[in-house]
């Protein structure tokens, strides 16, 4: 283990992991969740939710300690929606959720742009409820609702799970690699998918640019791709298709369980450029941080990367 890969996992333990005891906590309120629609749809077969999933994050292990909520899933019953637009199905989805936790106060359950929030008063706590429409397929799939759009993507959260923990077998130190990538975008303030972060990882191991072993080289690697493809070559994988839909978005990132949903479709060429150009900015200062003299100046240089709470 080299000295500046100790380093790093000094600086996840200590700052950029999501503490034990407040993943838990998120554990419980989502247990509670469910346990309690789970009740409910036993005592009333026909109730407008079928059952909710654990998805995100914190459920993939790529979480990092500014989480500040948690995602669920809830399964609507197609006939039991008025109509497909997403306001109205959030306002539905809403009332069905008072009506599950007669227990909390109304103002407790909000609307945001993708999801109905739910937020617990004793601890403080978050959960995004984000509905699903189920089309029937197999492994969970159904349409969901994407962040800051009012579109209507097919998913399957069983499958996206089992891609990132085929991954996390596969390759060593994959979910902590995808924890320090988020830290460095937080610290910096770019704007980029946690999404994408977890699938370009996915490429850049899958593909041998990194062994993900060593995470100082691995993150020299990530940054490396990415200057080098400048996001330009299509990404995507096989475990559910065999090739994805064409398109002309500038950056082709695709879903690996949905080939017609291009991950990167968001991100124009102003943004394209951007996120190169910070990525050569994190390549050029870690490499410096390996070759510098003193611990000071090698600390120096990667706070330019993640921040004034890199300490180590």
Known sequence: MSTTDQNLREFLTSVVNLEPDRLARFRDQVRFLRERLTAHVNANPEFGLHKMLHSGSAKKGTAISTLNDMDVAVYLRPEKIPDHKLPSVLEYVRGLLIKVYPQMESSQFSIGRHAVMVSFKSTGLCVDVVPVIPNGKADDRGDLATAGTTDWVETSIPLHLRFIKTRRDQHANFRELVRLTKWWRESQEI?????????????????????????????????????????????????????????????????????????????????????????????????????????????????????PRYKV
């Open 191 to 307: 704007r980029f998918k946690s999404f994408m972060i977890e699938l370009l990882w996915a490429h850049v191991l899958d593909s041998g640019y990194a062994t993900g072993k060593d995470l100082a080289e691995a993150m020299l690697a990530f940054f490396g791709y990415v200057i080098r493809s400048e996001l330009r070559e299509q990404v995507s994988f096989t475990d559910c298709y065999v090739s994805p839909t064409a398109t002309n978005d500038p950056v082709q990132v695709f879903d690996p369980v949905n080939p017609d949903n291009n991950v990167g479709s968001g991100m124009d060429n102003a943004r394209r450029a951007a996120l190169v150009r910070s990525c050569h900015e994190a390549f050029e200062n870690l490499a410096s941080a390996q070759t510098a003299h003193t611990v000071g100046r090698a600390r120096e240089y990667y706070q330019r990367v993640f921040g």
